[in-house]
């Protein structure tokens, strides 16, 4: 065991100021979640209908400045439904990232679709816009429709995902002016970047569709949720609509018009999210120290501690820092978990997933070196800053 790994796990346990569990990300529920969840069980609206959930919605868009927010049960619900709003059907390709978590590829799944991956950046670990170019320059045609279409399958490439990861915004605006030019759908995978911004936007919203999850582990949580935002009114009517199981307007008759899901957001999920948002701001001050302390600890290491992009500004989600090697990561990890601090690589990426392996993609050195080398650190707000 190395002196760095030790004194990595001292760092931690002074910074969170405890000698049990350290976890990766817990909840901090210091507000008014109880009271909001006490009035939603008083009102017996606990399911899928309710004022919280119209009040949730309408915060989302205005945190975010999204024109729309539908509130649904997951993330992953959240991405299979702005797909699906997109225009992904069966046998269509989807142009995405291996470094992501699997809900991602899951979710283009779902839809019959095919994830054709393509290399990030090291600077954001997000989708290279470079790399999105090279691959449609060389490997996509737009036909005499204007569809595009790969040169290696013939399918239909109808959507890109790009991946603001740890929440760290990708260089989405250079994404949107190439999916612009192929005529490609840009839905944004946005997932634990509620609170990032990209040159003064918040991201999720460059564009047609983003994401935005609330798991226990995200920086609010409403338990288990989601949300699908987007500035289209089209794009909005047609996930609330088939989010709920595709049920026409009726005082009492049950009439379906297509496929539907059983994918709205509790009244109950909502309540926790309103508690939740009102402590919001707060929570990304303190995860803004917290990434400092380890800004600043790293410095004086001589690690490179991953930090928000010049024209970016994160939510520090997850923080993280990349190991000399292979060898130095693989020994963090196995030290501060049996030590009781909680650490995580980066995702395994998807391409060499059993599910995903055999999926069209061109070369992915920079996926896989931050694989080999970035180390996800404890980022919760610590314990002294709650409330």
């Known amino acids: 065991m190395s002196s760095f790994a030790a004194e990595l796990v001292a760092f931690i346990r002074d910074l969170y100021r405890t000698e049990e569990l350290v976890p990766l990300h817990a909840p901090v529920f210091s507000g008014n979640e109880k009271r909001y969840l006490s009035e939603a069980i008083d009102s017996t609206m606990v399911s899928t209908v309710g004022e919280f959930v119209v009040d949730f919605e309408k915060q989302i868009a205005q945190i975010t400045g999204a024109k729309y927010a539908v509130a649904v ?4 619900a959240a991405l299979h439904l702005a797909l699906l709003a997109a225009g992904v059907k069966l046998n269509d390709e ?3 990232q291996s470094i992501t978590f699997v809900a991602t590829c899951n979710a283009i799944s779902y839809c019959g679709a095919h994830p054709v991956f393509v290399d990030v950046e090291r600077e954001s670990l997000g989708l290279s816009p470079e790399s999105l170019q090279y691959f449609l320059e060389n490997y996509a045609d737009l036909d005499d429709s204007g569809v595009c279409r790969s040169r290696w399958s013939g399918r239909v490439i109808r959507a890109c995902v790009p991946v603001h990861n740890l929440g760290h915004p990708s260089r989405v605006d250079k994404i949107k002016a ?3 030019q192929y005529q490609i759908a840009l839905v944004e995978d946005s997932a634990e970047a509620l609170g990032s911004y990209l040159n003064g ?11 935005i999850s609330f798991n226990g ?3 609010i949580t409403t338990g288990g949720g989601g949300v699908v935002l987007t500035n289209s009114e089209d794009v909005a009517v047609k996930v609330r609509h088939i989010s709920t199981t595709a049920k026409m307007p009726h005082s009492y ?3 379906h018009d297509q496929l539907g899901f059983n994918y709205r957001m509790p009244n109950l999920n909502a309540a926790l999210g309103l508690g939740q948002i009102e402590q919001l701001n707060h929570h990304l001050g303190s995860k803004r120290m917290v990434a400092g302390r380890y800004s ?4 004086l290491h001589d690690r490179e501690f991953f930090a928000e992009a010049s024209w970016a500004s994160s939510n520090y989600w997850l923080n993280a820092f990349f190991t000399a090697s292979a060898a130095e990561r693989d020994e963090v990890l196995d030290y501060s978990n049996s030590a009781q601090v909680m650490t995580r690589p980066m995702w395994t990426p998807m391409h060499t997933q059993l599910p995903y392996r055999d999926c069209l993609r061109i070369a992915l050195p920079v996926t896989e070196r931050i694989e080999e080398t970035l180390v996800c650190l404890p980022s919760s707000p610590p314990a002294e800053d709650h409330g």
């Open 201 to 211: 936007r918040h991201v999720g919203t460059f564009g047609q569709a983003g994401v």
């Open 94 to 96: 989807v142009i995405t």
């Open 178 to 180: 190439i999916c612009d």
């Open 217 to 219: 582990n995200k920086i």
């Open 296 to 299: 600043a600890w790293f410095d």
């Open 253 to 255: 008759l049950y009439i």
């Open 73 to 76: 049960c997951n993330g992953t």
